[in-house]
């Protein structure tokens, strides 16, 4: 079997499509992207396909090499996503080839079910505890949810009540009945982290994610030394080198690769291993499309360290187009209790609905994440 062609589509909200296409009349599908750099990863996707084009698709961990050590230059969210939906594509083609779903070709199953979480956002309590009960009326008790919007280096113990009020209004109306996980989203510095962490202990939540943004990874530990609440990141990092010392340096409880932007199946399923090893639990990123939750499940169903899957199922960023909307079969990703059976079908288990998606992508939108600025003018992380 060899590769002929790669054929992408950027479609809404945010996403990027990759076919894979065989000589052999099998093809496979994949996700590369970064939120807001579609573009950017499409090119990179068809760079990195000259490596591919003749090559047998069944050679994914050579392929995978070739692509990363092969150009010189490596890493990165842009080449790293590029790789990610490459690799899911792959893994696609293999599983179908063979007739099997890729977590058999990964030593099979080690759970029957996965949990899943839902997103909710809105900035008033009001808001988030209506979502979380039209959420939990579905079965699910897990949920996650922004702390603050802009926050100061060093910010007013203002701005610190207001997120407190926040979180003790929800835990209030909700009670012990959910869990939930609470984003800084890199929006806090670590001096405020230490702070807010200390005063959102008593409300208990399961996670406190990207207490500081990834390149202040170092603040882990000692974060986490001064606080009981685990805590979570990963969505920016990209690959084992990468999650190495941070992992070695101790300090977070949870790790969270995306499947779209950390080198896909192949890397993760090693980023997994290397986290359990650390005692370090697993709960993949995945804000993104059918393909990303897919590959996603792959991984989740074969690493023991697994608890929690993200989804964008009725997302607040999925504006124009959702999860199932480029989906054949709106059962794939059917949650029961909140959580996701592992998906039966051959490579990644989805089938696209390719003619809605060709459609989609005559005229897709060029998201960006919102631009925030602090009261002086200067820009704000969002
Ligand atoms: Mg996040």
């Known amino acids: 079997m060899k590769i002929v062609r790669l054929t992408t589509y950027q479609a809404a909200p945010r996403w990027l499509f990759l076919k894979i296409e065989t000589d052999e009349g099998i093809s496979g599908w994949g996700e590369p992207v970064i939120e807001g750099r579609a573009g950017t990863v499409e090119a990179a996707v068809h760079e990195l396909g000259d490596y591919l084009i003749g090559q047998d698709p069944a050679r994914i961990n050579d392929l995978w090499q070739t692509l990363y050590r092969g150009g010189f230059y490596r890493g990165g969210a842009i080449l790293m996503s590029a790789i990610a939906g490459i690799d899911q594509a792959l893994w696609d083609i293999k599983g ?129 030394d001064a606080t009981p609440i685990p805590l979570a990141a990963g969505e920016r990092m990209y690959s084992r080198a990468e999650f190495k010392p941070v992992l070695a340096a101790g300090g977070l409880a949870i790790l969270q690769p995306d499947l779209s932007h950390a080198g896909g199946i192949t890397e993760c399923v090693k980023i997994a291993a290397m986290a359990e090893a650390y005692d370090v639990a697993l709960a993949p990123h995945c804000p993104l499309g059918p393909v990303a939750l897919a590959a996603c499940l792959q991984v989740d169903f074969v690493s023991y360290n697994a608890m929690l899957q993200e989804q964008s199922i009725g997302i607040h960023y999925n504006e124009g187009a959702d999860l199932l909307d480029y989906v054949l079969n709106k059962d794939d990703f059917r949650c029961v209790d909140g959580s996701i059976a592992a998906l039966p079908g051959p490579g990644l288990g989805v089938e696209i609905d390719e003619e809605r998606l060709k459609q989609a992508s005559l005229d897709p939108p060029r998201w960006r994440n919102p631009l925030w600025r602090h009261a002086d003018g200067s820009v704000a992380e969002w």
């Open 96 to 224: 179908k080839a063979l007739g099997v779903p890729v977590y058999q070709l990964l030593g099979g199953l080690v759970r029957e079910h996965m949990k899943t979480y839902r997103w909710v956002g809105g900035d008033r309590p009001a808001d988030i505890v209506a979502q979380m009960r039209r959420y939990q009326a579905l079965g699910f008790d897990t949920f996650k949810f922004n702390c603050t919007e802009e926050l100061k280096l060093i910010d007013s113990p203002r701005a610190v009540d207001a997120a407190v009020a926040k979180v003790a209004a929800i835990r209030e109306a909700m009670g012990e009945a959910v869990d939930f996980g609470i984003d800084f989203h890199g929006r806090v510095s670590a001096p405020m982290a230490r702070v807010l962490l200390r005063e959102l202990a008593p409300f208990r939540p399961l996670f406190v994610e990207e207490p500081v943004l990834p390149e202040q990874w170092e603040y882990y530990r000692p974060l986490s």
